[in-house]
């Protein structure tokens, strides 16, 4: 190919790239404002929707058609891919707020290996010294903490194609379903509400007939009690 023609080629695609971007910016909108409805208020909808149209450009410029899916299929998993990678990049918790969580995580794993049952929120107070309304401050603050984010098993085994990290996310995957399945009834059900329906937390309060910091508080209070029975995966004692 001449010099000419391969440059013609090359502005061809970049134009149709262009407008495949302005043809799909609502996209990008509309996953931001219904991820983040799903997210602490202190997450920004400006800042999703940047990230996403980071991803929207690199499907465009990436997008094949020949593989069978539509550009719309394509670039919405790219664009929210793009958000939730800022997201885990974004740690704008305190050192505080992941302290506290590891602390409640462990004494309500004594708690719950000593008296062979599920820890009370009481209890769990009580041992930690503080309020049960700061408890409920913590409990939201791990929720904030994980953003939403259940898939541990990213931060045990990498996406390499290893084998043997294969096998350890394919066992902590297990690991994890076995601990959702023994969480109290009301966590597990915000769980599956907010991961597999998808909902938010001011719809989940109104299935469960609380608020909507309550439905956080329980949602974090969950990801706590299963960072207590996924410890070895954690690495802590």
């Known amino acids: 190919m001449s010099p000419v023609a391969a440059y013609s080629s090359m502005a061809s695609g970049k134009r149709a790239a262009d407008a495949l971007v302005v043809r799909h910016a609502e996209l990008v909108k509309r996953i931001a404002f219904h991820l983040a409805g799903r997210l602490p208020p202190s997450v920004e909808v400006d800042d999703l929707i940047q990230a996403g149209m ?134 597990a059900l915000v769980m599956s509400l907010y991961y597999d329906e998808e909902l938010n937390l001011k719809e989940i309060g109104a299935v469960l007939g609380v608020s909507e910091s309550r439905a956080c508080q329980l949602h974090g209070q969950a990801l706590v009690r299963l960072r207590a029975r996924l410890r070895e995966w954690h690495g802590e004692d």
């Open 54 to 187: 980071i991803g929207l450009l690199e499907a465009a410029t990436h997008y094949n058609a020949d593989r069978g899916a539509s550009f719309e299929t394509y670039a919405g998993i790219r664009i929210r891919g793009a958000m939730i990678d800022a997201l885990r990049k974004l740690d704008w918790a305190p050192r505080s707020v992941h302290r506290k969580a590891r602390e409640a995580a462990k004494v309500m794993r004594e708690i719950e290996e000593r008296e062979g049952r599920e820890a009370r929120d009481s209890e769990v107070a009580a041992a930690l010294g503080v309020a049960i309304e700061d408890y409920g401050r913590i409990m939201q603050d791990a929720a904030v903490c994980h953003l939403g984010n259940l898939d541990e098993a990213d931060s045990v085994a990498d996406r390499s194609a290893d084998p043997q990290r294969d096998t350890s996310r394919g066992a902590l995957r297990t690991a994890v379903a076995a601990a959702i399945g023994s969480l109290p009834e009301r966590e």
